[in-house]
């Protein structure tokens, strides 16, 4: 500390209170540091095609800090509920087989849910075949082509 600090500090009685004083003039409020976490896990959306672990692992992080400061919504249910509406609407069969059959899973389980359930998703897509373009029209043309030689070949026929 500077000397100008020091001399600011010294008529207080033990090193707490120099503390608790330090943190009310510098620290920033939990107030605005909840507001900006929730903030972040209330908004936080998955991209479609995006990997679903990377997701859990950023919504367990915001999971964790809200737990830090002690937010008024300490509940399991209430974490996994935004958890599931950050989803992309390609996880919709998902969350409706977890509600529907009532599961109740840590956010650490739900997290290895989402994985095993990307990798079926993964699995069971449809491959898509490419196919060559067709050349009905080239062929079109040319019998077009035919038909004018042809009609040509008829008129001078009549003409002699």
Not at 28 to 51: C, D, K, L, W
Not at 148 to 158: Q, V, W
Request: net charge neutral; charged share 25%.
């Amino acid at each position: 500390m500077s000397n100008e600090i020091q001399k600011q500090y010294e008529r207080y009685e033990d090193v707490w209170s120099i503390i608790h004083r330090m943190k009310e003039l510098y620290a920033v409020p939990n107030q605005h540091i909840r507001y900006a976490v929730m903030n972040a896990f209330f908004s936080t959306r998955m991209i479609e095609g995006s990997y679903v672990r990377e997701h859990g692992v950023m919504m367990l992080s915001h999971v964790e800090k809200l737990k830090n400061l002690q937010s008024d919504f300490d509940k399991e249910e209430t974490y996994v509920d935004v958890i599931l509406q950050s989803l992309p609407p390609s996880y919709d069969q998902f969350i409706i087989n977890y509600n529907m059959n009532g599961l109740e899973k840590s956010l650490h389980e739900l997290n290895n849910m989402f994985v095993q359930y990307e990798t079926m998703i993964e699995k069971s897509a449809p491959s898509v075949l490419v196919g060559e373009a067709s050349t009905s029209k080239a062929k079109a043309r040319l019998s077009d082509a035919r038909r004018g030689r042809r009609m040509r070949c008829l008129i001078l026929l009549l003409e002699l």
